[in-house]
């Protein structure tokens, strides 16, 4: 039994036996990582003095960063941020000042990380065994597959020894120190191939990631989720990676039960000569099976794809891109939700590294990289979220080809040279611009994807931006059979999203585009269509954390899903 102090209360909890996934000890450079940033935030009484005193400045109107310059310390530099944000949280809860999010966004860290709404927390799951042998994945011992240990995302996993609870708990306490809100998390778990996992390990890890989120032990799945409907940390989405050939109806089922409402999926080309070659273990065909799948269950598809491949070329990579977004009167649908371009990484632990020393396989250089990735974003649809155009794999790693991490803002550059410019979701989200709901107009984005009509709602702005979106689901005579009774004659919402800076449930600011009632507003449409075209039932994949919201808005919780009649 391991005894973990959350904030001044003791939380136990039992490991379960994971004989055939190894542990993975904490290396010595990362302990003094860790003890570097803990001296880093000891601060004397004098630091918290000036960090009122900036804090005046900035309520009375002045730039925070000229706030900050006007008090150097004395041992050099000024206050950092995180400091100005405890001692703002210090005042609040003293009672010497009332909570003011617009001051509390002003002294915010890298604000971008929950300008699209809501706060991410990424954990990684232990190494286990892939069923893929892919050639261009790199392979760590102690590492599951894929990943490196000095990646970001996966060094604090290291950290941890890959805990649930130690790394949600952790990464909560390191957004709420530099001013994020913490109250909507979506929780995305990586580490490969999720459903290759045993399913006790599955559940164990989900429930640990959500007791963190509660604060509280519970004692099953079931439990924690009941907890986090009223929870200080509600999820709002929880996202597992996974491969096509491992997607079933049963499986799909399994993941509602632990949450699950959006899936990472690599596809990585959608030519069968190409996965073949990289020895990737599936077909194409598997990949727009496993897309219906998905689309039938509800879930938001995210596809990973991959430029570079052994036997691919610049132009190949260009028709490649293009199937993507066939649809299904054009003979495929994949048209996934969102995407994450992932040139292919030349790493010396990737078989593919063989090839290379043989001479079989040559990177793309980085003009021709930028080229290639201004060109495709340029033509994603508008329906779609471009989330990465880069793996995060430090520099050093990578032996011949492109090593800028910058990829996506060279990209940028070279579209506005062409005066073109990229319409993805992602490129026209509002962020922190604000919005009068009064001056929005909703437009339908009408597609026809696998086995299903898709409907993209959205509310936009006069400047073309997005305040928010919900994608709409019309399974057809086609569309395979349903994981749920939930969705037997239902019209089916896979996504309500309104962007603008993540607020606190039950908190407004003043032209934010969260809590002013735009989603309320998307599901009535929702409603008024899928009623016109003869569904008597709307379902809704909705997450845990979310569960309150729809009662309000005539939903009922059904086996899997929340449902609501239309007749």
């Not at 109107?61 to 703002?88: D, N």
């Not at 065994?129 to 490196?148: H, N, V």
């Not at 409907?229 to 999820?235: C, D």
């Not at 430029?307 to 691919?312: D, M, T």
Request: hydrophobic content about 40%.
């Amino acid at each position: 039994m391991i005894i973990i102090l959350h904030g001044i209360h003791p939380v136990c909890y039992h490991l379960i036996p994971m004989t055939d996934i190894p542990s993975v000890s904490l290396p010595d450079y990362d302990r003094e990582q860790e003890r570097r940033w803990l001296a880093l935030r000891q601060y004397t009484p004098e630091q918290f003095e000036i960090a009122g005193l900036v804090l005046d400045e900035i309520r009375a109107g002045r730039e925070a960063w000229k706030a900050m310059r006007s008090y150097p310390l004395k041992a050099g530099g000024y206050i950092p941020k995180h400091l100005l944000v405890a001692v703002y949280h210090q005042q609040v809860a003293a009672g010497a000042t009332v909570e003011d999010p617009g001051l509390l966004a002003r002294i915010r860290m890298k604000p971008i990380r929950t300008l699209s709404g809501v706060t991410t927390v990424t954990v990684l799951t232990k190494a286990h065994p892939c069923p893929g042998e892919c050639i261009f994945c790199p392979t760590e011992a102690r590492m599951p597959k894929s990943y490196l240990p000095d990646e970001p995302g996966a060094r604090r996993a290291v950290q941890h020894g890959f805990d649930p609870f130690e790394q949600v708990h952790s990464r909560l306490q390191a957004l709420e120190a530099v001013g994020h809100p913490t109250n909507k998390i979506e929780l995305l778990i990586l580490g490969g191939t999720w459903d290759a996992y045993p399913r006790d390990y599955q559940e164990w890890f989900v429930r640990r990631c959500f007791d963190a989120m509660n604060g509280v032990e519970s004692a099953s799945l079931d439990e924690a989720h009941q907890l986090n409907q009223h929870g200080v940390h509600r999820n709002v989405g929880l996202v597992v990676e996974t491969r096509p050939d491992q997607i079933t109806p049963t499986q799909l089922a399994w993941l509602r039960r632990l949450g699950v409402t959006k899936v990472q999926m690599g596809a990585q080309s959608l030519d069968d000569r190409i996965l073949a070659l990289n020895r990737r273990g599936h077909t194409v065909a598997d990949t727009l099976r496993a897309i219906a799948l998905l689309r039938a269950g509800g879930f938001k598809i995210v596809l990973h794809w991959m430029p570079n491949l052994l036997g691919a070329t610049p132009a190949s990579d260009r028709e490649d891109f293009a199937r993507l977004w066939q649809t299904a009167d054009q003979g495929t649908g994949y048209c996934p939700d969102e995407i994450k371009i992932y040139p292919t990484q030349l790493l010396k632990t990737a078989k593919l590294y063989h090839y290379w020393k043989r001479g079989e396989y040559h990177p793309y250089n980085e003009e021709t990289l930028i080229q290639l990735v201004a060109d495709v974003k340029v033509a994603t649809p508008r329906y779609c979220r471009i989330n990465r155009v880069i793996r995060d794999i430090p520099s050093y790693n990578v032996v011949e080809g492109s090593k800028r991490s910058s990829l996506r803002q060279d990209a940028q550059v070279e579209l506005t040279r062409r005066g073109l410019r990229c319409q993805c979701i992602r490129c026209r989200e509002v962020r922190g611009q604000a919005v009068d709901p009064d001056h929005l107009t909703l437009d339908d984005l009408t597609y026809r994807a696998a086995n299903a009509e898709e409907h993209f709602l959205s509310f936009i702005t006069l400047e073309d931006q997005l305040a928010g979106y919900l994608r709409l689901s019309f399974p057809n005579d086609k569309t395979p059979e349903s994981i749920s009774e939930d969705l037997a004659g239902a019209a089916i919402i896979r996504e309500v999203h309104v962007y603008g800076q993540s607020l606190a449930v039950g908190a407004v600011l003043p032209g934010a585009a969260q809590h002013s009632g735009l989603g309320t507003r998307l599901i009535k449409q929702a409603e008024v269509l899928a009623h016109s075209r003869g569904f008597p039932n709307l379902a809704v994949i909705s997450a845990v954390g979310t569960r309150k919201y729809y009662p309000e808005r005539g939903f009922s919780k059904g086996q899997l899903y929340m449902v609501k009649p239309l007749i």
